[in-house]
């Protein structure tokens, strides 16, 4: 749908630095469309008010964030930090990340 931005077709997955403890990048995508278990970076958020609350959260652009659970048709679960936060599906979809592998071989 115009307008939400869901990532796809960007950012090819170019990653840098292939070796031990560096990351590899697989391209962007919205915090609506992670998994559990990802691991990923803040790029944007979409517009000032959606800002405003992503940083209540402690999630400003450039902050690593993961994925703990997806409650079916409710909030995704991030770590952040040292805490977990519940982000509602429509917030979530505002909000552009980087997912990241950690020390590819």
């Not at 292939?18 to 517009?47: H, K, N, Y």
């Amino acid at each position: 749908m115009p307008g939400q931005g869901r990532g796809h077709g960007r950012g090819h997955g170019r990653g840098f630095g292939m070796g031990r403890g560096r990351v590899a990048w697989e391209g962007d995508s919205t915090l609506d469309m992670t998994r559990p278990g990802d691991e990923f970076e803040i790029v944007e958020v979409g517009d000032e008010r959606a800002r405003m609350h992503a940083l209540r959260f402690g999630m400003a652009e450039g902050a690593r964030v993961s994925c703990v659970t997806r409650v079916p048709a409710g909030p995704i679960v991030l770590k952040c930090g040292r805490q977990e936060i519940a982000v509602g599906r429509h917030l979530a979809r505002r909000i552009r990340v980087r997912r990241y592998q950690q020390g590819v071989a």
